[in-house]
């Protein structure tokens, strides 16, 4: 299927007004449909996207990546709500103020120091290479929420939007997700558990992942750890004084999820 053909699929999956879980799935098979708000000249970190991440006690994100330029870090939060949300009834719809509220929350939460830190070590595992883990690392806040077509004919309603996004926040609607698909590569998806990262993708979406992540904190399938063991890669990584292709190296070295 070629990207048009992959837009008009979304495009119809959009008008079917389906619950959230069916555009978070779409979303994780569909790599590139993910937003890449905030992505610093680095790319998106290590090609890796976690889905529902938690943190703290009461707060989940439905995508989540790091995106580092030379200097510092974006740590971005993706919260989708549903196509068929609203943005206005004569002021802010219900749907639109609780979201934003939801936003809010998190920034709060997040101005507690401790919490701040203890959110970056459980996600270490992906903020590499490690000597860079102490540069700054700033939060940055997307919410995916409603359909264009409920503003853009509105200059008030365009610019009502737009008032409620900050530097470190921004509004997309579902329909612009499809835009710019071809200039989006594809993402690995992953999910943090207390011990490991588990790589939800088969397939190897960027080698560099193995290179910089310590393989014993990662689970794969049984289809990824084949192709991880057939090798082949760019990348190589030195282990006591020898050169090895990282693929080949690491796959020995992962746990493997059960069938």
Do not use: C
Not at 57 to 82: C, G, H, P, Q, R
Not at 177 to 182: C, I, M, N, R, Y
């Amino acid at each position: 299927m070629n990207l048009d053909e992959e837009a008009a699929r979304f495009a119809r999956l959009l008008d079917e007004e389906r619950e959230e879980q069916a555009y978070q799935a779409y979303l994780e098979q569909n790599t590139r449909f993910i937003p890449r708000e905030f992505v610093e000249n680095h790319g998106i970190g290590l090609s890796i996207v976690l889905r529902k991440l938690s943190f703290g006690a009461d707060y989940k994100t439905d995508f989540f990546y790091f995106s580092k330029s030379t200097d510092d870090w974006n740590a971005v939060f993706i919260e989708l709500e549903k196509p068929w949300s609203r943005f206005f009834t004569n002021e802010y719809h219900g749907d639109f103020s609780r979201a934003l509220q939801q936003i809010n929350q998190w920034k709060a939460w997040f101005l507690s120091d401790q919490n701040e830190a203890g959110f970056l070590a459980s996600v270490s595992a992906v903020q590499v290479p490690r000597h860079m883990a102490s540069n700054p690392t700033y939060n940055k806040y997307v919410l995916v929420f409603g359909r264009r077509a409920e503003y853009e004919g509105n200059a008030d309603r365009r610019r009502l939007v737009r008032a409620a996004e900050t530097d470190d926040f921004k509004i997309m609607t579902f329909d612009s997700l499809a835009e710019g698909l071809s200039q989006k590569g594809e993402l690995a998806v992953g999910s943090r558990h207390n011990q490991f990262i588990d790589i939800l993708s088969d397939e190897v979406i960027d080698a560099g992942m193995y290179t910089w992540m310590e393989p014993t904190q990662l689970r794969v399938s049984k289809a990824l750890r084949e192709k991880l063991s057939q090798g082949g890669s760019n990348h190589f990584l030195f282990q006591d004084g020898q050169r090895h292709e990282v693929l080949s190296y690491v796959a020995p070295l992962v746990r493997v999820r059960a069938a």
